[in-house]
């Protein structure tokens, strides 16, 4: 039968291991109560350094949100489904007005035959234009060949506001067949999408340009 502990005496040597056991719990509960509020701090500071980077929300069509470097609304970027009757967008307000006007009578001409159209690209800011050159650079090797898919911004048409890229392609086939009656035609022989108001309504499309 095992020997019983007298009650209320207990020996130094096991009071020190008491004291020693409660001592160690106490240290590692301080330890987990620090990593845990480093922790939450840290992703406090996470989830500020996200919400300074994104565009607040609400902020309205057309403008660029919370400083952003990146070329966005402002500079001529478009959502998809853009038409051109959305003159609160930069990227179509700031077209030239006889251009706009010639794409949205396209626009309502291709609706009644049951076309859908968008306009993919407008007017761009010289930053939007400068931003797409240099991605062509990075992806064709130099300037001269990204200038075979990419205008210059001091040459762009769609800097001057005189230029619309549309889709998807439906919308493209139907405008280079039948375009021509509102002034519009496509100007770049490699570029389907890309359409210019080059001739009065009716006239002949002049000769398309081959980049070499």
């Known amino acids: 039968m095992p020997k019983r502990r007298r009650s209320g005496n207990i020996g ?16 590692g509960l301080v330890i987990v109560a620090a990593v845990t509020s480093f922790g939450l701090a840290a992703c406090s500071a996470v989830s500020a350094n996200q919400s ?3 565009p607040p929300s609400g902020t309205p069509r057309g403008k660029s949100g919370g400083g ?17 009757f959305d003159t609160d967008l930069p990227g179509i307000a700031n077209l030239d007005p006889k ?9 309502l001409a ?14 761009r800011s010289k930053k939007y234009q400068i931003e797409l050159m240099d991605k062509a650079i990075k992806q064709y090797g130099s300037r001269e060949k990204a200038r075979k898919f990419v205008a210059d911004p001091d040459e762009s ?5 005189h230029a619309v890229d ?40 002049p000769p398309m340009t081959t980049p070499s």
């Open 12 to 27: 130094s040597d096991e009071l020190f291991g008491m004291i020693e056991s409660r001592s160690t719990t106490l240290t």
């Open 52 to 54: 300074d980077t994104s």
């Open 68 to 84: 952003s470097k990146l070329p966005g609304a402002a500079d001529g970027k478009l959502p998809t489904g853009t038409s051109a």
């Open 99 to 107: 251009l706009r006007a010639a794409v949205q009578k396209a626009e």
């Open 110 to 123: 291709m609706k009644a035959d049951g076309v859908p159209m968008q306009v993919t690209t407008g007017w």
């Open 157 to 161: 048409h769609h800097v001057t506001g």
């Open 166 to 205: 549309i889709g998807p392609t439906d919308a493209d086939d139907w405008l280079i067949r039948k375009g021509n009656r509102f002034g519009l035609c496509q100007t770049y022989s490699n570029e389907i999408w890309h359409f210019e108001l080059v001739t009065t309504p009716g006239g002949d499309c």
